[in-house]
């Protein structure tokens, strides 16, 4: 009997030291996309707003190793509304990735259009334009702060932690306090709802050569 609990006890330590020694300075991420269709409507599309959706659902996944991240989007599917109108939704302009380099700060932005891909480097906010709030919230047991950005589109919040080893997030949205797991604004929100420590290769992180 009591070699049967000295076998039982170092099996529990083994189980507690492979846990404890997960990598955790690379993996994936995924988030969940909601766009406010009636916001984001121009002036001269309101006409529209009773024939299209209030809003529209997509996911971004991201990669990162060590200080590097990449973001591949997926574009919401078309929509069909119960007057017969297909409604096409294009986020950005026609960006299927977005990579940042934490060594060097530089961001870029992988686009297809035709059948044609191009590399166009990105801008970071500008510090003036952001400002650290006071409030915090819990995403996928991270504690984040409130960070809010005066971006192009408009005002924005990002939720932040400090705890994973690269800089950004989703919709291309970066700050250096941080990575951001959540975005609230008028014309869309972003949330994480996993993420998994795996081994993730250096070529799907590295800015690729056209």
């Not at 330590?13 to 404890?20: I, N, P, Q, R």
């Not at 990669?63 to 919401?76: A, M, W």
């Not at 259009?113 to 166009?120: D, Q, S």
């Not at 409130?146 to 005002?155: D, F, L, Y």
């Amino acid at each position: 009997m009591q070699r049967t609990h000295i076998m039982l006890l170092m099996a529990f330590l083994f189980t507690g030291f492979t846990a404890a020694a997960q990598d955790k300075t690379q993996g994936v991420i995924h988030y969940d996309l909601t766009m406010f269709l009636h916001a984001s409507l121009k002036p001269d599309q309101l006409q529209y707003k009773d024939m299209i959706p209030e809003t529209a659902s997509s996911q971004e996944v991201l990669y990162f190793k060590g200080n590097k991240s990449k973001i591949s989007r997926q574009q919401p599917e078309e929509l069909h509304t119960e007057e017969g109108a297909n409604v096409k939704i294009q986020m950005g302009d026609n960006e299927i990735a977005f990579y940042e380099d934490g060594a060097t700060g530089k961001a870029w932005a992988l686009a297809e259009a035709g059948g044609k891909k191009t590399l166009t480097q990105k801008d970071h906010p500008e510090p003036a334009k952001t400002r650290t709030g006071n409030n915090t919230r819990t995403i996928l047991g991270f504690v984040c702060k409130e960070v809010n950005v005066q971006s192009k589109t408009g005002p924005l919040t990002l939720w932040v932690t400090p705890d994973l080893p690269f800089r950004g997030g989703p919709l291309h949205t970066w700050t250096p306090e941080g990575a951001v797991l959540g975005v609230e604004s008028k014309k869309f929100k972003a949330i994480a709802t996993a993420i998994n420590y795996e081994p993730v290769k250096e070529d799907v992180v590295n800015i690729p050569s056209l």
